[in-house]
């Protein structure tokens, strides 16, 4: 974290980028220039559907809310959280409440959003985003957001962290039905099951069933951590990189030929998802993969935001 301080009512921006994984937060003044980040812990906007995980959510912001204090008021906030579907008044409210803000300085969106104006403009590419889940994303000219992928880990989210958490552990699983034991002779099982506590079923059924879905997108790590040395692991994350290529070819047969941007954490775990997932392009595809800072675009946007009478 970048220390420095600065006076409480400073006309600074904050960005925030929530995540499955962990949530990032970023001030900036209106000359776009970083001047603290952090980051607590993981919170989608699904949350909100129960009691304990609008406990989880508030419990972020008012950690997130103490870290930010500590170098400056911001006077807008622009915050991308994941599973935002447009209804965010109570989390307006919270932010609000917290950073000792008016209503009105807090505008909402979802976190891909964000993550896209990251890469491009309007209407300039197309973006892939492998995090705990994956989407693919193209903001037209006309700032209407069109998406596909991005259903979810249950339903699909295919190359993303989860997704390939899950994978490993139903091929493990898959394997030990029909030759139990298998799993000693496998790198990646080893690394995996060193994850998740052991190698009876039951810590695999603890981990995937009762674990938050950022938790269990983590145990992409230990699959890419033994990729060069276990075939399966290989394949999984080659695997991977085909789901994220199919993203962007769905949004290239709908708007036609344009620049792709690769971005995320999943995406960046093993340079194997980048060069399965180049191959599966058309030929004629520029694919970038980038190490994207969405909320420092988003701090840079709610700086932007800030009248020049505040500034």
Sequence with gaps: MLDLEFEPDSALGLGIDAGGTQTRWALAGRDGAVVAEGHVAGLSALHMASASGRQTVRASFSQLAL?????????????????????????????????????????????IEIAYLDSFAPGQGYLVYAGTGSIGAWIDEQNNVHRAGGRGVVLDDGG????????????????????????????????????????????????????????????ALAVAASADADPAAADILACAGHEL??????????????????????????????????????????????????HYAAARIAANDVPPAVA
């Design 67 to 111: 870290d930010v204090l500590r170098h400056g008021r911001p006077a807008r906030v622009r915050a991308g959280l994941t599973g935002f579907g447009g209804d965010g008044e109570q989390l307006a409210r919270w932010l609000s409440e917290l950073l000792g803000l008016g209503s009105r300085t807090v505008t909402l969106c979802n976190d």
């Design 160 to 219: 993303g962290g989860f997704w390939i958490a899950r994978e490993a552990l139903r091929r493990i699983w898959r394997l030990e039905d029909e030759i139990p034991g298998a799993w000693q002779s496998s790198p990646m099982a080893h690394a995996v099951f060193d994850h998740v506590g052991g190698s009876d079923w039951s810590f695999s059924r603890q981990f995937i069933y009762n674990q938050e879905r950022g938790e269990v997108g983590k145990l």
């Design 245 to 294: 290529a199919r993203l962007a070819t769905a949004l290239t047969a709908r708007f036609g030929q344009r620049p792709v941007v690769l971005a995320g954490r999943a995406s960046a775990l093993h340079p194997i998802i980048v060069d399965a997932m180049r191959a599966a392009l058309p030929p004629a595809t520029l694919l970038t993969q980038v190490v994207g800072h969405a």
